[in-house]
């Protein structure tokens, strides 16, 4: 029996990069954390938080997961969304901490128990020209990943999604008061992107998993052609083909290519992706737990996934907090249709702001055995780093119109 909720406040900082913390607290003195940060539009969560959830925590019975979570959903009327469901996501995430440490176990005995002993993880590898790129996925495996996003600049273009010119770790938020522009033209990276993955295949041999991420930029015929053209790389998966709200183009990407498909960090609930799983037209789901409804709802939409061989794979670069990131880590440890964990690294201040049992060696991933999700906040250094505005980047074509970034 867990003592009623008597404090619930939001904590924003920004360690390398800003994050929105939940802290909820109960008349024991048991203190659970959650994630709420979404990337560029930091204050609405917080804002959304602190002015309408807030208020409606005090008082509830914090063992009622399932509960809390119904009414915050069905009770928002105005539901659903990037920021309504990442307020629900911090609440469900801060409720599953405070179990585990009313139980005194890790969150993913509470999930049923691992199903694996450590979850792979697979990260970033990036470059502008192709003899940098096979140099920085070559640092990546002695690092000790197994599994490596590969993303190069093209010929034509001053800025490309996932690569700096002069820099081999991408991190696409920029601090300031208005976004980046980026330049983009798809049809100098279709010429470009099948010769530079299949290099990159050619020098690490065939037992590294090679990954690759599109953005939302390709019609539905560029990206099947993409994926035809990619096939002899031998990907892990080819990401964002297509923009999120065009579901339908898979059916042709689908009818083209036998390169896996791994869609969904955007999403916010199982009604984004439930088409998707359950007409098989992708082989990853990428929903967050920060994003889409926390461990309650994810839960959900890998049971759907499951069903239809649906692997999951929660999107996990330093947008996401190490808070998140340790629930996805508790997920993947006892969810048996998970697949992969990505992984950016943090910044080091935020490691230290975030102190975690999660871990990371030779390639793979373990949540710790911390009561809890396993994550706290140093909450006086977190105060020394105070909200910095910063925003995602923006695309142009090169013509001078916006396009999907
Ligand atoms: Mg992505």
Same mark, same amino acid.
């Given at each position: 029996?867990?003592? *009623?909720?008597?404090?619930?406040? %939001? ?8 994050? @929105? ?8 003195? #048991? ?24 208020? #409606?925590? @005090? ?6 997961? +399932? ?13 659903? &969304? ?12 801060? %409720? ?10 890790? $969150?993913?005995?509470? #999930? ?27 640092? *990546? ?11 190069? &600049? @093209? ?40 010769? $530079?993955?299949?290099? $990159?295949?050619?020098? %690490? ?11 939302? *930029? ?46 969904? +960090? ?31 709802? #994810? ?7 499951? @069903? ?21 880590? =508790?997920?993947?440890?006892?969810? =048996? ?14 490691? +230290? ?21 396993? $994550? ?11 909200? +910095? ?17």
């Amino acid at each position: 029996m867990t003592d *009623r909720i008597i404090g619930a406040e %939001v904590i924003v900082t920004s360690p390398g990069r800003n994050y @929105v913390t939940l802290k909820l607290q109960t008349a024991d003195g #048991l203190v659970g954390y959650g994630d709420a940060t979404v990337n560029g539009r930091e204050l609405a969560v917080a804002s959304y938080l602190r002015d309408h959830i807030n208020p #409606l925590l @005090v008082g509830i019975d914090p063992a009622q997961i +399932e509960d809390t979570w119904q009414y915050l959903y069905r009770g928002a009327y105005w539901r659903r &969304g990037p920021i309504t469901m990442a307020a629900i996501s911090a609440v469900d995430l801060a %409720v599953w901490d405070i179990k585990g440490k009313a139980a005194g176990m890790p $969150v993913y005995q509470l #999930l049923g128990g691992a199903v694996r002993d450590r979850i792979l993880a697979y990260t970033h590898a990036s470059a502008w020209e192709l003899p940098e790129l096979l140099d920085t996925v070559d640092a *990546r495996r002695q690092d000790g990943f197994r599994a490596v996003r590969a993303q190069s &600049g @093209v010929p034509g273009l001053e800025t490309v999604y996932g690569v700096h010119r002069d820099a081999h770790d991408y991190e696409p938020a920029s601090r300031g008061t208005a976004p980046v522009v980026e330049s983009w033209d798809t049809d100098a990276y279709l010429r470009h992107a099948p010769s $530079v993955l299949t290099a $990159v295949r050619e020098h %690490v041999g065939p037992e590294l998993a090679l990954l690759h991420d599109a953005h939302h *930029r390709l019609t539905p015929q560029q990206a099947a052609r993409l994926g035809k053209e990619l096939e002899p790389a031998d990907l892990f998966w080819l990401e964002d083909v297509t923009p999120a709200e065009n579901q339908d183009a898979l059916r042709l990407v689908r009818q083209h290519t036998t390169t896996p498909l791994a869609i969904g +960090e955007v999403f916010n609930t199982i009604y984004d992706c439930k088409d998707l799983i359950t007409e098989q037209l992708i082989d990853f789901i990428r929903v967050a737990a920060a994003h889409a409804g926390g461990i309650s709802h #994810l839960r959900k939409i890998f049971a759907l996934a499951d @069903v239809y061989q649906v692997r999951a794979a929660p999107h996990g670069p330093s947008d996401v907090s190490p808070v998140s990131f340790g629930a996805s880590v =508790h997920l993947g440890l006892s969810t =048996h249709n998970f697949a992969i964990q990505e992984y950016m690294g943090y910044d080091p201040l935020a490691h +230290e702001v975030f102190p975690h049992s999660w871990s990371f060696s030779d390639g793979y991933l373990h949540p710790g055995e911390a009561p809890g999700l396993g $994550v706290e906040v140093d909450e006086q250094l977190a105060a020394k780093f105070p909200y +910095e505005p910063a925003y995602l980047p923006v695309a142009r074509t090169l013509d001078g119109a916006m396009t999907d970034w």
